[in-house]
């Protein structure tokens, strides 16, 4: 299995490349899918993962289907994703993440934010969402932006989040 990238690794302090749209269905891109899918399942805590934490630095990320409480059976994917809207309304957060590992903190994010993405197939979509999902999506985007919860986080202490789980 690919290894999460730690705080430190150059490559998660860059602005990721955006992937060119006849790419999108290309062998690379696909099995960067797949790894990202695989680290995505077989690491109890995760919810989402951004390319750079693999080593890539593409716009890319993956929210695993396990955060669903329904029956999603597949991970949404997310390719050069931008936030198109956000709620004025913030709130101070706890977060971790899978490359800063066992430190949390509470960041600042908006309640509601919506993005616009292209899915595996070439589909351009949109997707709104408030609450953990609007924080995910903010998380994995300043991934993208070379940016870690730690830049912004406040209250930084070594215990798990309140719901378990690790963005």
């Known amino acids: 299995m690919i290894e999460v990238l ?5 490559v998660l302090e860059q602005q990721a490349e955006k992937i060119d749209l006849k790419d999108i269905l290309s062998p690379k891109i696909k099995n960067i899918i797949s790894q990202m899918k695989d680290v995505l399942k077989n690491t109890d805590d995760a919810i ?3 390319g750079p934490q693999i080593g890539e630095s593409l716009r890319i990320f993956i929210v695993s289907k396990k955060f669903f409480e329904t029956n999603i059976n597949s991970d949404l994917i997310f390719i050069n ?3 198109i809207k956000t709620s004025k ?3 101070w957060l706890e977060e971790g993440c899978l490359s800063v590992r066992d430190v949390y903190g509470e960041v600042e994010r908006c309640r509601k934010a919506t ?3 292209i ?3 070439g589909k351009k979509f949109t997707f709104g969402a408030s609450g953990l999902m609007a924080q995910v999506f903010q998380h994995e985007i300043d991934h993208l932006e070379g940016i870690l919860f ?3 986080a406040k209250n930084i202490h070594g215990e798990k989040t309140s719901n378990g789980k690790t963005i």
Do not use: F, M, N
């Open 6 to 10: 730690q705080k430190g690794h150059k």
């Open 48 to 50: 989402a993962l951004a």
């Open 81 to 83: 994703p931008e936030i």
């Open 89 to 91: 309304e913030k709130q």
């Open 115 to 117: 993005v616009s993405a």
């Open 119 to 121: 899915d595996e197939h």
């Open 150 to 152: 730690t830049s912004k």
